[in-house]
């Protein structure tokens, strides 16, 4: 697992003390890195988030030959569920990620513009995500709300 993380977290030991659907949803961001569109880094990312409903929302990193805009994983997974939900509840969000060039020795963390993304998602639904950290052959983390990845942040409160 590497360096421990200066954040509160706990390792998952074994996937399959996990609950079914949870276990799902990871295999199902894992399946993921097969269809991410990463031509330009080759750094492979998988996402998928679990509603309420039961239904799991798929996304994976898409680049573009204008690098800026292209898109994040986890932020095309929470999109893709906020195309289909209005009134949503997220059970878990999973990310995970593989670097054909280099062996990951910890778990993929969401990039600062993600976790910005996460967190308007907790304040949609107005409940902390937890989250599920992992990359290929590496263990993975749970994460109990972005609070722990994204302190003093920046939100609407700011705004009005
Ligand atoms: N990437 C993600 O999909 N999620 C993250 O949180 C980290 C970075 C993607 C963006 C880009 O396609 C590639 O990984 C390299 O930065």
């Given at each position: 697992?590497?360096?421990?993380?200066?954040?509160?977290?706990?390792?998952?030991?074994?996937?399959?003390?996990?609950?079914?659907?949870?276990?799902?949803?990871?295999?199902?961001?894992?399946?993921?890195?097969?269809?991410?569109?990463?031509?330009?880094?080759?750094?492979?990312?998988?996402?998928?988030?679990?509603?309420?409903?039961?239904?799991?929302?798929?996304?994976?990193?898409?680049?573009?030959?204008?690098?800026?805009?292209?898109?994040?994983?986890?932020?095309?997974?929470?999109?893709?569920?906020?195309?289909?939900?209005?009134?949503?509840?997220?059970?878990?969000?999973?990310?995970?990620?593989?670097?054909?060039?280099?062996?990951?020795?910890?778990?993929?963390?969401?990039?600062?513009s993600c976790r910005q993304?996460?967190?308007?998602?907790?304040?949609?639904?107005?409940?902390?995500?937890?989250?599920?950290?992992?990359?290929?052959?590496?263990?993975?983390?749970?994460?109990?709300?972005?609070?722990?990845?994204?302190?003093?942040s920046f939100s609407k409160?700011?705004?009005?």
């Amino acid at each position: 697992m590497g360096t421990p993380f200066d954040f509160e977290y706990e390792e998952i030991l074994a996937l399959d003390t996990l609950d079914q659907d949870i276990q799902e949803l990871i295999q199902k961001a894992e399946l993921q890195l097969d269809l991410a569109y990463a031509p330009y880094s080759e750094f492979y990312v998988g996402a998928a988030v679990l509603s309420d409903s039961g239904t799991i929302y798929p996304g994976c990193n898409q680049e573009n030959a204008s690098y800026p805009i292209g898109l994040c994983a986890e932020s095309v997974a929470l999109y893709n569920l906020g195309s289909y939900e209005k009134a949503f509840k997220i059970k878990a969000l999973a990310i995970t990620a593989h670097n054909p060039h280099k062996a990951l020795s910890s778990p993929c963390m969401p990039c600062g513009s993600c976790r910005q993304v996460i967190q308007e998602f907790e304040m949609r639904q107005n409940h902390p995500i937890t989250m599920y950290l992992s990359a290929k052959n590496v263990g993975t983390i749970k994460v109990e709300g972005i609070r722990h990845l994204l302190p003093n942040s920046f939100s609407k409160d700011d705004l009005f």
